[in-house]
């Protein structure tokens, strides 16, 4: 009857949101039990099966002002199912392996003291009733670890791990039944525990890194608006437009399908696919892509394939392709812990030979002892803790590995190279007046032009909104897309945009000043203005940091040497150079290494595919799905440019950490084995010793996921939000 | 000593209770959460009828 369900909710950035969703899912009837967690953005809902239905809970999430979106739930099912079947084994072996140590301890403490024969017998067996269940229950991982790893004739580091059980069991049973020798139940059950507890740890960290990177392709639309045939519009899941859906797009949203326009007229903003940087206005039945911003009015349109052919699925589908490869170090480090596993049980029947010639009463505690103490565990662990502990830290930030071998490569960088337009700058202009008719007022002029863009969507629209006066209104304004906009002000009509459109208004003025918005009526030219794209938030002090971080600034751009050297000069960066083609970029930045340096290459992703690719190692601004051809290690998720300095900082720990853990993890297993070997390490102290490396190493490489999470809400804002990069005048 | 023969036996039954309440702690989805945001919810500071997390009795089905 119950019916559980985990979703994620989008649009919430504090406890109180969370709240407020949790209360409205809880007014829900039949809903038994409802959590709703901020910082993940997941909600979990409990609910009677026969008097509520997972719609009416997702039209709760609506009401309360919010977007639920299903997660592939079968995912998140096995992730939970996992995490606490985890949790249990971890609870029996921790409860089983407390009262072994005591009746062992008992054991000890009676063989120095003296013990009736019959209860040291009662507590062998106790020990063994308690022993028996955390062996199978808790250990069964290991076991099937190891046949897993016999089956494909590999040798992991389940395979020693086993045999110790296995071994250190068999041989406790053995001894239990006929009534002497030696016990290891103690061994048997801490090894367990402590092996599950690091085990937990390293899945929890693995989950959480991917669950910060699944938050961050959310961010891209994740439902789309679907027109039904009775006019209602439905929110459903992406991934389950279908070829031939008819979709509403709001103002300002990304177009999240391909398909082919059913309103009048549109104006998108393909710059995220094409790399156009020019709005472009469509007519009915054009062909629209997916991943386009709509810049214009609603509109609507027919889809013309799935969501998942469409080109937007690229980001997504190259984020999966990135989490399913591993970096190479840790490939390194698995190799390494598959030999050392061997050398291990190579050692171990060694020292059980020799100790059988020397002293067989000592032979099996000592196997044992090097069995366990050898564990390549924190070997094998070292390196994908730290990259996982890593890509957490960076994904809150806002920046996605897209390469697994980025981490390490962007540590070794020595030399930024950064595009301009739509990095450096935000693609949003301000005007100013280039000329101005003699005897006019500047501020008239500006008033006007606002007036007649007031009602436009072209994004150069929004320069001169700052100007707008009350008392300067337009009337009857008319688009002409690609020229510019006409109105009556004051009894007079007016047009603003290209020279060639304003000039079939006032032929007489036809030459005016090149260059520039013009504004002029019947009467002549009034003004022409300069639009200027403005530094985009933050570039300052991310350049700033940048350099901080002892990293050679370089700034390469296509626009004109002008506008290069204008931001160039505003960032105090003294290496520029504009007019470069995307070839010359590569160039530029093969230049650079053939001199030694190691380039980060900072780029859009679409006009700088070539030179992203020939950096060491290159970073996409989120700009649209063309960035899966791009062949960028790293992909910015926002289009500020200050998680940058935050993922070189975080690389360089990470590699840092990466070498201590590899250190410590060969020291302790190398000095750690000759003691073991002698005889010197009971089985038990074999046990903690090994766990605690375990621990350790995961510990230290937790360190980088770090308490800093200022970053988590910006992160949810998404590619959506890119603005269109307008530095270069579109034609009007 | 004869006592321990009573005691230990008491302890067995006192672990399986333990084991048993902690399936259901789990089951029931105490632990699948972040475990800092139950200690939050107090701070809220909402009365009693604007709690809306209902911990269900039984383990869910």
Redesign the interface.
Known sequence: ??N?SAFTVQGMHC??CA?TV??S???VDGV????V?A??A?A?V?WDHSRASLQEIFDAVRRSGFTPVQLAEEAADAE?LA??SA??RI??AG??MM?TMMFVYALYAGGAHGI?AS?EQ?LRL?GM??ATPVLFYSGAPFFAGALRDIRRRAVGMDVPVAGALALAYTVSVFNTLRGRGQIYYDSVTMFVFFLSAGRYVEMIVRQRSLNATEALSHSLPATAAVMRDDGSIERVPLALVKGGDRLSIAKGAVIPVDGSLLSESALVDESLITGESTPLTKGRSAALLGGAINLGHPIELVTSAAAADSTLAGIVGLLQKAQAERPSMARTADRAASIFSLITLVLATAVAISWGLVDPSKALPATLAVLVITCPCALSLATPATVAAATTRLSRSGVLILRPDALERLARVDTVVLDKTGTLTRGLPTASIRYLAPGSSGEQALAIAAALERSSEHPLASAFAPYALTAVTANETREYAGRGVQGIVAGRTWRLGQREFVAELCPKDADARIGGLVLGSDSGVLATFHTQDTLSEGAGAAVQELRNLGLGLVIASGDTEEAVCEVARALGVHAWSGRVSPNGKLALVKELQGKGHRVLMIGDGVNDGPVLAGAYVSCAIAQGSAIAQAGADLLLVQTSLSPVSVAVRTARSALRTMRQNLLWALVYNISAIPLAALGWVAPWVAAIGMSMSSLIVVANAARLAGPDNRNTRRTREGVGAGLPDVHQEPAR | MSIVFLLIPLGIVLMAASVVALFWAVDSGQYDGELEQEGRRILDGESDEDVTTRWSPRPPT
Do not use: A, C
Not at chain 1, 32 to 35: A, D, G, P, Q, S
């Open positions: 009857m119950t559980y406890s109180n709240r949790e209360k899912i809880g007014e038994k039990r409802v959590t967690n910082s993940t997941q979990s409990e939970r995490r606490r949790l249990k609870g029996v409860l089983g009262q009736d209860i009662y106790t009733l308690f």
